[in-house]
């Protein structure tokens, strides 16, 4: 059973940071890894999508990476800002016809 | 453009009561899907459809029951609402091929006294 960790489950950092958040995942028999963008009592907001033959995608400061064969990803958020703050939430797709499996998120707190 | 719209955003039920949450999409996606959020376990897949007329069970379907007779619309049905279906519900819809994207709606919030 595909199993999708977010660490760290929680992270707070003083504005203008450069940081990194990790997801794991067990099964490496994945088509695309998603990473979302959730606000309090909002829906989930992609940010990017990689799919299983491609190493990172960027938009803007964020920059995500893919190593499937070791079963990692990371979004790499460069010089953070209080609007970043929000739940990021990492999803492997895992079936033809694209179910999802979720890591349980990383709460980010930008301090200005 | 809509893309994925789900009503209501908010509901109190009480034990026992059922409900039907609303799902549509305006992308044509084939893929339709359910998602339960609860705190600190991330989201769960509760029933999954790949077009009209075809639905699927997920990880946590057992409470729950969908049907798809058309292309935009997903509802989801609570039989007889309990404590433990408070949750966040949310729909999701895709291209039906490995890899597409998925979008997702703002939410229902749903409390069941």
């Known amino acids: 059973k595909q199993e999708v960790t977010q660490i760290p489950a929680a992270l707070s950092v003083p504005e203008g940071e450069n940081l990194v958040l990790n997801c794991s995942f067990t099964d490496s028999a994945i088509y695309n890894l998603q990473w979302f963008r959730q606000d309090p009592g909002k829906g989930l907001t992609s940010l990017l999508l990689i799919q299983s033959s491609q190493r990172e995608q960027t938009s803007g400061r964020l920059n995500a990476s893919l190593d499937k064969s070791s079963g990692r990803s990371t979004l790499y958020i460069a010089a953070s800002q209080p609007g970043d703050s929000a739940t990021y939430l990492c999803?492997?797709?895992?079936?033809?016809?694209?179910?999802?499996?979720f890591g349980a998120g990383t709460i980010l707190r930008v301090k200005s | 453009n809509a893309g994925v719209t789900q009503t209501p955003k908010f509901q109190v039920l009480k034990t026992g009561q059922s409900m039907t949450l609303q799902c549509a999409q305006d992308m044509n996606h084939e893929y339709m899907s359910w998602y339960r959020q609860d705190p600190g376990m991330g989201l769960r897949l509760i029933h999954y459809s790949v077009g009209a007329g075809i639905t699927d069970q997920g990880e946590v379907p057992n409470g729950y029951n969908v049907s798809r007779s058309t292309t935009e619309d997903f509802p989801l049905r609570l039989l007889s609402a309990a404590p433990s279906q408070t949750s966040v519900y949310f729909c999701?819809?895709?291209?039906?091929?490995?890899?597409?994207?998925?979008?997702f709606g703002q939410g229902t919030r749903l409390t069941v006294v």
């Open positions: 999803a492997v797709s895992i079936e033809y016809g694209n179910k999802l499996v």
């Open positions: 999701a819809s895709s291209y039906s091929y490995g890899g597409a994207e998925a979008f």
